[in-house]
């Protein structure tokens, strides 16, 4: 599936201007090596049909169009109020591009940790069900074909990849040994390998995947724990900011609005204030709580 936040690189303008920075994009791709397997896990070599140096190339032209733009609009407008300044334009021109190749630069690994999260969430089910179909006595790749058709997320498309693959006539170990290569996820590259490993040397698939669950679940407990701890010091912080620190704000506030000559300190804009400073603040600490929720535990 194609990220919309990468749109324009299917646009036929910029492939074709951006072949006018292969040399840079050569360059920065040697400079940067971990972008041909970030570009793999993210999904955008295949979706896109690109390679790091064609990344590179777009982003330079990118940004190097938005420099332009921004530097002649902005001082296009200064000169028309009658300002005569280019350092402006120049300025925010350099700004804008320097934002532009940032963006370009980190959007990739952004979609390999969402990926990821959303992977992990659904994998011990998917390993679990594809488990309970093999000691059923259903084929291996029956079982894939399932959990390809199931309602996993990334999991159902990585496999409905994987089921098209081998239709095509990809042997099946090699089609699984690509998908552990390019799938961002530790866990899910390690139950692959392990699944590849146990149809090489023809051993018991089931007792390898059951191997495989039981660690899974063994990490779960350990992320469990870790997440225990880490809340616990968020929990207190929270409760500083979302009940202490605003009680003793707003009691402050009208004490000291109470002291002559001090009314103007407790009038009504500085308690709206008080309001979206702490709503902001609230927000945030649930966001941060959020984020460190682990993968392996969904939600």
């Known amino acids: 599936m194609k990220e919309k936040g990468l749109v324009f690189l299917t646009s036929p303008l910029i492939r074709n201007i951006s072949k006018l920075f292969y040399g840079v994009g050569n360059l920065l791709s040697r400079m940067f090596p971990y972008m041909e397997l970030t570009l793999k896990q993210s999904g955008i070599a295949e979706d896109y049909e690109i390679n790091p140096r064609g990344y590179f190339a777009i982003t330079v032209s990118l940004a190097l169009a938005f420099f332009l733009a921004t530097s002649i609009s902005i001082s296009a407008i200064l000169n028309l109020g009658g300002k005569a300044d280019?350092?402006?334009?120049?300025?925010?021109?350099?700004?804008?591009?320097?934002?532009?190749?940032?963006?370009?630069?980190?959007?990739p690994t952004s979609i390999v940790n969402k990926r990821v999260k959303y992977i992990e969430r659904n994998l011990l089910f998917s390993l679990r069900s594809i488990l309970i179909q093999i000691r059923?006595?259903?084929?291996i790749f029956n079982a894939f074909v399932s959990v390809a058709n199931g309602e996993y997320?990334?999991?159902?498309?990585?496999?409905?990849?994987?089921?098209?693959?081998?239709?095509?006539?990809?042997?099946?170990t090699e089609t699984l040994e690509e998908l552990a290569i390019r799938n961002p996820s530790m866990y899910f590259r390690r139950a692959l390998w392990q699944m590849v490993n146990g149809?090489?040397?023809?051993?018991?698939?089931?007792?390898?995947m059951e191997d495989i669950i039981t660690t899974l679940a063994k990490e779960q407990l350990v992320e469990v724990r870790r997440y225990k701890s880490i809340l616990n010091p968020l929990a207190m912080m929270y409760m500083m900011v979302a009940v202490i620190m605003p009680s003793l704000s707003i009691t402050l506030l009208i004490i000291l609005?109470?002291?002559?000559?001090?009314?103007a300190i407790g009038n009504e804009r500085t308690f709206w204030i008080l309001l979206i400073v702490f709503a902001i603040m609230q927000v945030i600490f649930l966001g941060i709580i959020r984020s460190k929720r682990p993968n392996l535990i969904g939600g």
């Open 86 to 107: 280019n350092t402006t334009g120049t300025v925010l021109g350099i700004t804008v591009g320097l934002i532009i190749t940032v963006y370009m630069m980190i959007y």
């Open 136 to 139: 059923s006595g259903v084929p």
């Open 153 to 172: 997320g990334p999991i159902s498309t990585e496999f409905k990849n994987f089921v098209e693959k081998v239709n095509a006539g990809k042997p099946m």
């Open 199 to 208: 149809i090489k040397a023809g051993s018991n698939i089931g007792d390898n």
């Open 257 to 263: 609005s109470s002291m002559p000559g001090a009314e």
